[in-house]
């Protein structure tokens, strides 16, 4: 039999072809395991307006705290100038009965009749005594107003101690509502920055066909009800309602000034609004006082009922009444959007409605 042959090993021009071919397939199968999808225009414009949404429920919530802020800080204020006040009172105090007894022990050392018998003016020591005896009632009324003072100085730093630390509660969760929106926003933002130009076109261009959407289902909506109720026979309660007049017109009217304005979350003008910083500035404008935030307006008046709706009305959206707007008439409304948009017209079937009031 014939000797077998040994293979010869590979030559080093054979090892470097195979080593790359090895090492270009590790790498295309580690990037391929790897590679983030790409995310759809659409799931990215959900994912940025739910972030918007979310954010805009802590600008509402950081409004309330600013508020509870700043009241606390007003009363802090009141009750350190009644508590220096008290101080004061009692420094005087104190200083009256240190003179009351300062008297009494330099003529009340000696026994009154003992004094009475060695005295060359006994009618000048009645004097005296008298007046001593008079000063011994004073010290004693002195004495309980000052009991009184110290009493309520203590009570005073008590509530001062009490204020402050609350003031400093509501402060740290203030800090922490800012650095959430924040963060959201910025969340928002990024996702947008991964876009292209064109992609970023696109979901504005997407987000204004919604709206112009909205408009025309609202439009259809009156345009139905019309035609329902005339051929009825019966009172039109879903047309267009009454054109303002008196306060509702400067409501409006105020509104209407802010149109193309920017969102600026926490802001009540004149550059910029959040929804509630809106609405409750364009009641001031008409002479009528109102909660700072969309929670609180909730509460300012009766609830009308949609059908009712008047221009000048609050209507509120989302079941935690987060967002509000300023009804204008022909079921639309003029509101503060959200970061990043400006104060526009927008129907209210283009949000979840909640209901409305008029303060």
């Known amino acids: 039999m014939g000797k077998r042959r040994k293979p ?3 030559s080093r ?45 802590s600008v509402e919530q950081y ?16 009750i350190q100038e009644k508590v220096a006040r008290g101080q004061e009172s009692m420094n005087e105090l104190r200083t009256r009965l240190g003179a009351v007894a300062a008297d009494q022990y330099r003529n009340g050392g000696i026994d009154p009749s003992v004094q009475l018998m060695f005295d060359s003016d006994p009618a000048g020591y009645l004097e005296r005594a008298s007046a001593q005896n008079q000063a011994a009632g004073t010290q004693t009324a002195l004495l309980k107003q000052a009991q009184d003072e110290q009493r309520k100085l203590d009570q005073d730093r008590a509530e001062a101690t009490a204020t402050l630390a609350q003031l400093d509660s509501v402060g740290t969760e203030l800090g922490a509502r800012k650095q959430q929106i ?5 969340a928002a933002q990024a996702m947008l920055n991964k876009l292209s130009t064109e992609d970023r076109a696109k979901v504005n261009a997407q987000q204004a066909a919604d709206k112009a959407k909205a408009e ?37 009217a105020f509104a209407q000034a802010q149109l ?13 609004f959040d929804c509630s910083g809106l609405t409750s500035q364009a009641y001031k404008a008409a002479g009528v006082r109102i909660s700072r935030i969309s929670q609180d307006q909730w509460n300012d008046g ?58």
């Open 8 to 10: 010869s090993p590979p």
């Open 13 to 57: 021009a054979r090892m470097a072809v195979l080593t790359t071919a090895m090492a270009g397939g590790a790498v295309l199968a580690a990037g391929t395991a790897h590679a983030e999808p790409t995310p759809s225009l659409a799931s990215v414009k959900e994912q940025v307006d739910k972030l918007n949404e979310e954010a805009e429920q």
């Open 63 to 78: 409004n309330g705290f600013q508020e509870k802020q700043q009241k606390l800080q007003g009363e802090a204020n009141r």
């Open 182 to 186: 924040q963060s959201k926003l910025a």
């Open 216 to 252: 025309a289902q609202q439009a259809a909506k009156t345009a139905a009800a019309d035609r329902a109720s005339r051929s009825a026979d019966r009172p039109d309660m879903s047309t267009p309602a009454p054109p303002a007049s008196g306060r509702a017109a400067a409501i409006i």
């Open 260 to 272: 193309g304005k920017p969102y600026g979350w926490s802001k009540s003008g004149p550059d910029s």
């Open 302 to 359: 009766p609830r009308i009922d949609r059908a009712n709706l008047q221009p000048g009305d609050l209507v509120f959206f989302y079941n935690d009444i987060h967002h509000v707007g300023i009804y204008i008439g022909d079921g639309k409304m003029i509101h503060a959007p959200r970061t990043g948009k400006n104060v526009e017209v927008l129907p209210i079937s283009a949000m979840p409605y909640m209901g409305a009031v008029r303060p």
